[in-house]
Nanobody, 123 residues
Framework: QVQLVESGGGLVQAGGSLRLSCAASGRTFSRYAMGWFRQAPGKEREFVAAITWISNTLYADSVKGRFTISRDNAKNTLFLQMNSLKPEDTAVYYC?????????????????WGQGTQVTVSS
């Protein structure tokens, strides 16, 4: 069982930056592939970025070059550094854990989810 708690969301102007964190419970955090997803009002949840236990990464085209996913296995924490934010990045951001060494972009293939943190980018 893994419990995930996101933090770091907020209101920022376009072009600004935010750093999201996801604190995970459990001693086996390092064995999980981790991902960030987001969901805007009226839209489906979409993939943002993912990272394997050895820190291989995967990004959505829409955030490539602007967002960076990382993890600290010693501190059971996942991060998402978001730079050059755009109004279209506005959404609730969720972290997710998958009991696998491989990452995937598909939300149903993740086993555990956090409650989400709101990110709002003003123009």
């Amino acid at each position: 069982q893994v419990q995930l708690v996101e933090s770091g969301g907020g209101l920022v102007q376009a072009g600004g930056s935010l750093r999201l964190s996801c604190a995970a419970s459990g001693r086996t955090f390092s064995r999980y592939a981790m991902g960030w997803f987001r969901q805007a009002p009226g839209k489906e949840r979409e993939f943002v970025a993912a990272i394997t236990w050895i820190s291989n990464t995967l990004y959505a085209d829409s955030v490539k070059g602007r967002f960076t996913i990382s993890r600290d296995n010693a501190k059971n924490t996942l991060f998402l550094q978001m730079n050059s934010l755009k109004p279209e990045d506005t959404a609730v951001y969720y972290c997710a854990a998958r009991s696998s060494v491989e990452v995937t972009t598909s939300p149903p293939l993740y086993d555990y989810w956090g409650q989400g943190t709101q990110v709002t980018v003003s123009s």
